[in-house]
């Protein structure tokens, strides 16, 4: 039988900096490096070419699965379409973190679907407070609710001082994407 956390806490990183995925997916590896299994569901950045899809299938006992249509969400309300994706997430994410077969959770940009109408807070809340007591849950995202900070057993917010986007730098490949 494989060694698990006696106790899983919930983390968020939040805030306008970067570095909340990248911070997810550091734990997210040094779990796997001590032999946990880890889920990662990524919200709203389905249809993206990220390098952290490639990077799983490499690795043991880490599963990710993202939902999005590949197009940054401005609509207010938002589209149904976006919706359904954040409500088709979210009920992998409940499948996930209450079967208990998983050690580390990672719900990637959550606060972000949650900040956009896309999620019902008091849904999210439930999963947090319901959560089986071995399974370590991040959520990451800007615009994290107060409700979740509250809940969290640790709070990080990234704060960006500097970006080289103001100066006109794209993004890289294999660096922010």
Request: overall charge positive; proline content about 4%; hydrophobic content about 40%.
């Amino acid at each position: 039988m494989r060694e698990r956390l006696e106790k899983g806490l919930v983390q968020v990183y939040t805030g306008d900096g970067k570095g909340k995925t990248s911070a997810a997916f550091g734990l997210a590896l040094r779990a796997v490096g001590r032999g946990f299994k880890v889920y990662v569901i990524q919200f709203i950045k389905g249809g993206f070419d990220y390098g952290e899809l490639y990077s799983v299938k490499q690795l043991p006992n880490i599963t990710l699965k993202a939902f999005g249509r590949g197009k940054f969400i401005t609509e207010t309300p938002p589209n149904q379409k976006d919706m359904q994706l954040a409500e088709e997430a979210f009920a992998l994410a409940e499948k996930v973190v209450e079967s208990g077969d998983y050690d580390f959770v990672v719900l990637d940009e959550i606060n972000v679907a949650l900040h956009l109408k896309l999620l019902e807070l008091s849904k999210v809340i439930d999963l947090i407070k319901n959560k089986p007591d071995h399974v370590e849950l991040v959520l990451t995202g800007r615009n994290a609710p107060r409700e979740i900070i509250e809940l969290a057993d640790l709070v990080t917010e990234m704060k960006e001082i500097k970006h080289p986007y103001t100066k006109g730098t794209k993004p890289r490949k294999g660096i922010e994407f």
